[in-house]
């Protein structure tokens, strides 16, 4: 399985991974939808409902600069392939979005997370980083879980 990034190097407003995945896109999808599972490899979620227009939080421990709290708004949800939900935390405001797409050896998984204003390039660094770290622990997640 793999992780590579697809950030275009002139790319400021949206980060982007392409993940090729040896799992079902209905194995994927319970990693992205199942709280619990969630709250291993991406934060800690309170209140999830694949509803569109249901509000849930991320809450992670607070960091200098940042009180650990991200609220988020689910937008859309198509079961098994697509999945966006909004994701704001101080002034930013920004969407996330999962693409699964099924493949003869497993999925494919796009994951981007667009709205990064020119202002917010201390953002977008952590997003990049942040979502490489939490997409490798994604990886494992799915290695280590029931089918």
Known sequence: MTLVEKTAP??????????????APEKVWRALTNPA?????????????LTPGAPFTFRAPPQPGWDGVVNCRMLKVDPY???TWAWTTGDLDTEVTFTLTPTESGTTM???HS???ADQKR????????LKMMGEKL???LDEMDT
């Open 10 to 23: 002139e790319q400021s407003d949206a980060v982007a991974f392409e993940f090729t995945l040896a799992h």
């Open 37 to 49: 599972l969630l709250s291993e490899w991406l934060l800690p979620v309170e209140e999830l409902q």
């Open 81 to 83: 392939r697509t999945l």
């Open 110 to 112: 796009s994951l981007v």
């Open 115 to 117: 709205g990064f204003k």
């Open 123 to 130: 953002n977008f660094n952590g997003a990049r980083y942040g």
């Open 139 to 141: 990886i494992t997640l």
